[in-house]
């Protein structure tokens, strides 16, 4: 019998046990899966949660549920990944591994900013990357009187970069239904040099800060959060203040990865962009935000590249040269605000741009574009993720490798 | 867009940054620089091919990878490239600056 073991049961990892369940034969192979926490939780969630769109319960389900039968599920602590000897030693026991898949994922690091996670962490200073951080945001936006709020992000790469974004977009919305907009300020404040950054999304979307009335701060390294006079501070000294600072701290893979000797400086494992080999070892896979791809760290890059993966890790056991498939697909609705949303979709190659999706010259949806209709299939979204892309069934007409079809190249 | 700097014409974006660094001289990176109002100097082309190199091996740019380099710390960055030195460094060292999926 040989061994096939997933580390990490979030969204990659289940997908990846989904896949493989019914395409390597159960006499010859041994799948598990190990994570040591209960709650799989719908992390896009997380943007909704603090604004009372959803509720608790609606981004968060038992992760055992979404295992498929047949595939050994362990819920202990990862310790350490020994790739020389093919083993990963958990808290109490070690497995023996013929195929390694890493799916750790990737979460916040405040710790890596003075002062970010210090005595108002959780009071004035939020983030909401977590389940905790946006649970304690939601809360406070619920009696907050109003102020400066600044939505800042640390660095990339960072979990669904457009999230910052949306998260402002929201909040002008969510204070202009509860009649206080004119008591607060928003600013975004980003590390990089504009709120958008590829020259067609600059083109398209450009006037909505504006419209907004969002003010932005551009190239903001930020060195340090001072809890006394509550401002953020980067590292050539101009200082933004906040009443209420909405961040996202540095994005990093987990600790596991470290311990193994395994990862980047910021603990990412070097994988071949195409085929989701790592570098290092033939034997281990690399998927979902663990990797150091440059695509972007969302579900939807880990679906479609669940599917190159599961062909390649069937082509490897066969001995056969791998795919170099994956193209750094990513679809990703956007919300705007006011009952609205952009949908974009983009790979390594192509920035996101306009069109139509998914049936070229038809839609329905429009890319770059705001509409109600955008922002109805972001919330059936929800849906989708549970019932179907955690158990690896494709999204009907989108292919795991970007189209150009109904796209304006030029 | 195409820009002809030092006799070469070269690919670049928009706002002006190399799109094959496989074009890039070290005569390229000095003209882009005298543009970008930064006198070179041997610490500045040092920063720039440690800037290349971690490109070449897909690490992402960033400031706070400045600080853990152990090539220069995060003030003389900012001394060397002043007004943005992410952004102007990388456009000197002919690398795409930091960006985000829109």
Redesign the interface.
């Known amino acids: 019998m040989k061994n096939l073991v997933i580390l990490g049961a979030g969204t990659a990892g289940t997908m990846m046990a989904n896949h493989l369940v019914s395409k390597l034969p159960k006499t010859e192979w041994k799948i598990t899966i190990v994570d040591q926490y209960k709650t799989h939780y719908y992390q896009p969630g997380f943007l909704f949660l603090p604004f009372d769109t959803y509720t608790e319960d609606q981004v968060k389900k038992v992760g055992k549920k979404f295992i498929p039968k047949g595939v050994n599920y362990i819920q202990k602590k990862i310790e350490q990944i020994f790739p020389e000897e093919n083993k990963v030693e958990l808290e109490d026991e070690t497995l023996q591994y013929d195929i390694l898949i890493v799916a750790t994922g990737c979460k916040i690091a405040p710790q890596?900013t003075e002062g970010m996670k210090g005595e108002n962490w959780h009071k004035t200073v939020f983030d909401f990357y977590t389940f905790e951080g946006s649970l304690a945001l939601r809360n406070k936006l619920r009696d907050w009187k109003g102020g400066k709020m600044v939505v800042h992000f640390?660095?990339?790469?960072i979990k669904c970069?457009?999230a910052p974004?949306e998260f402002v977009f929201l909040a002008d919305s969510y204070f202009t239904k509860k009649g206080m907009r004119d008591k607060v300020d928003l600013t975004y404040v980003t590390?990089?040099?504009g709120a958008?950054?590829?020259?067609k999304?600059t083109a398209a979307?450009s006037h909505l800060m504006k419209e907004k009335n969002i003010k932005v701060v551009?190239?903001f390294?930020i060195?340090r959060v001072d809890n006394e006079k509550n401002q953020i501070i980067d590292?050539?000294e101009t200082a933004v203040d906040f009443d209420l600072l909405v961040t996202v701290p540095?994005n990093m893979g987990d600790e596991v990865i470290e311990r193994s000797g395994m990862g980047?400086?910021?603990n990412f494992v070097?994988t071949h962009h195409n085929t989701l080999q790592s570098l290092d070892h033939e034997n281990v896979f690399v998927i979902g935000d663990a990797s150091?791809?440059?695509a972007?760290k969302a579900g939807s890059v880990a679906h479609f590249a669940s599917e190159t993966l599961t062909d390649n890790i069937l082509l490897y056991i066969d001995g056969k040269p791998l795919k170099e498939e994956f193209d750094g697909h990513?679809n990703?609705f956007?919300e705007t605000g006011n009952n609205k949303a952009l949908l974009?979709d983009?790979n390594y190659k192509f920035?996101?741009l306009e069109g139509t999706f998914p049936i070229a010259g038809i839609g329905p949806l429009k890319l770059?574009k705001e509409s109600i209709f955008n922002h109805w299939g972001k919330l059936a979204f929800r849906w989708i993720y549970w019932n179907m892309l955690l158990k690896g069934i494709p999204i009907p007409m989108v292919s795991r490798n970007m189209s150009l079809k109904g796209k304006k190249i030029n | 867009m195409d820009l002809n700097i030092a006799g070469i014409r070269l690919d670049v974006t928009e706002d002006g940054y190399l799109t094959d660094v496989s074009q890039w001289t070290k005569e390229i990176g000095a003209e882009i620089a005298k543009n970008e109002g930064v006198v070179m100097t041997d610490r500045h082309w040092e920063v720039v091919s440690w800037l290349q190199e971690q490109v070449k091996n897909d690490v992402a740019l960033s400031v706070r990878g400045i600080k853990n380099s152990g090539v220069l710390d995060i003030k003389e960055f900012y001394a060397l490239f002043p007004n943005g030195p992410l952004k102007v460094s990388t456009k000197i060292a002919g690398v795409p600056k930091p960006k985000s999926c829109i």
Not at chain 1, 154 to 157: D, K
Not at chain 1, 196 to 199: I, R, S, V
């Open positions: 890596e640390t660095e990339m790469p970069p457009v974004l590390p990089l040099g958008f950054t590829k020259p999304a979307l551009t190239d390294n060195e590292y050539g540095t980047d400086d910021l070097p150091n791809i440059p972007s990513a990703c956007i974009i983009f920035e996101p770059l």
